[in-house]
DNA sequence: AATCGTTCCTGATAGC
DNA sequence: TGCTATCAGGAACGAT
């Protein structure tokens, strides 16, 4: 599941070969993965679109079209944004094909269909990134920030990590293994994190990122880099999908539950 | 305002 | 062997 490391790699991928390009010609074969406007409207908005840049927020990758404003894809579950050459053989689960003026295509390919693609204005966009929280690697992001947000909230740490409106691009693998790095119970209320616990906290969600990044991502099963290449730090995971298995640090079974309707790994020897 | 539950989707797997 | 039920979860949305 693509959460920040899985996007930044993405992201850094297509900046090296995206930028300066324009968009020729765009084919939405499944119109529920744009939710916004009739894929023909889409596709209208974005042809003739020259790409500026490519960024992250959040888990997004935006496409910066100057006055043609901005594409927006979320990876949903199961996405994946791949630089192909037009020959490369088209997949029932492909949901729509950038073809750029060199000839290459960007083919956005999710076989679950919890992604989306979208179009946005300068206002819409500037609205929509004022919706969500800080970036865990940006300098905003400290730990007395982190302390104030956390004071305000009693729902459990782990599901609380994972809001967006909050602290972005952390999903349901980073929010076990920061937890399990900063040795904090994820069944703790946000609100009774010790300032020092926070800190902890502050240090592990960058840590993990930062090294998921080097590491070109986790990939457990679907997650592809814009090459179509498997992440590295799924041999890195410390407790996430390793329920039964002996915690790294003390050899006790690593347990699973399920909060939010979503799995929660973790050591309850080393997590207080 | 904060919190919680539901919904979308399909491939992999477990169980009979 | 072949069928069916269950599980995986990001984010939007509605309800409380």
Not at 96 to 108: C, K, P, V
Not at 118 to 147: C, K, V, Y
Not at 181 to 207: K, S, Y
Not at 236 to 250: F, I, N
Request: charged share 25%.
């Amino acid at each position: 599941m693509p959460e920040l490391p899985e996007v930044e790699t993405i992201v850094r991928d297509l900046s090296r070969v995206a930028p300066g390009r324009a968009i020729a010609a765009v084919e939405v074969l499944r119109p529920d993965l744009v939710p916004d406007e009739p894929p023909e409207a889409f596709a209208a908005g974005l042809t003739g679109a020259r790409i500026r840049s490519v960024t992250r927020r959040a888990k997004n990758i935006l496409f910066d079209l100057g006055e043609r404003g901005f594409l927006r894809v979320n990876l949903g579950m199961t996405g994946r944004l791949l630089a192909a050459p037009p020959d490369a053989p088209l997949d029932s689960h492909l949901g729509a094909r950038f073809t750029l003026n060199d000839g290459s295509e960007l083919r956005y390919h999710d076989v679950r269909r919890f992604g989306l693609l979208a179009r946005h204005d300068e206002d819409t966009n500037a609205a929509w990134d004022a919706s969500l929280g800080a970036e865990p690697l940006s300098g905003a992001f400290t730990p007395e920030h982190l302390a104030a947000l956390a004071a305000r909230s009693r729902v459990a740490v782990k599901t609380w990590l994972m809001d967006q409106r909050r602290i972005v691009g952390v999903g349901n693998i980073y929010a076990s293994e920061a937890l399990f790095r900063a040795g904090i119970d994820p069944r703790r209320p946000a609100n009774t994190l010790t300032p020092a616990e926070v800190e902890r906290l502050h240090e592990a969600v960058r840590g993990v990122l930062t090294e998921a990044i080097e590491f070109r991502g986790t990939t457990l099963l679907d997650y592809r880099d814009a090459s179509g290449e498997r992440g590295g730090f799924a041999r890195r995971l410390r407790v996430y999908d390793r329920a039964g298995e002996p915690c790294t640090t003390c050899g006790a079974a690593v347990d699973r539950i399920v909060q939010g309707g979503r799995s929660t790994f973790f050591c309850a020897h080393c997590q207080r």
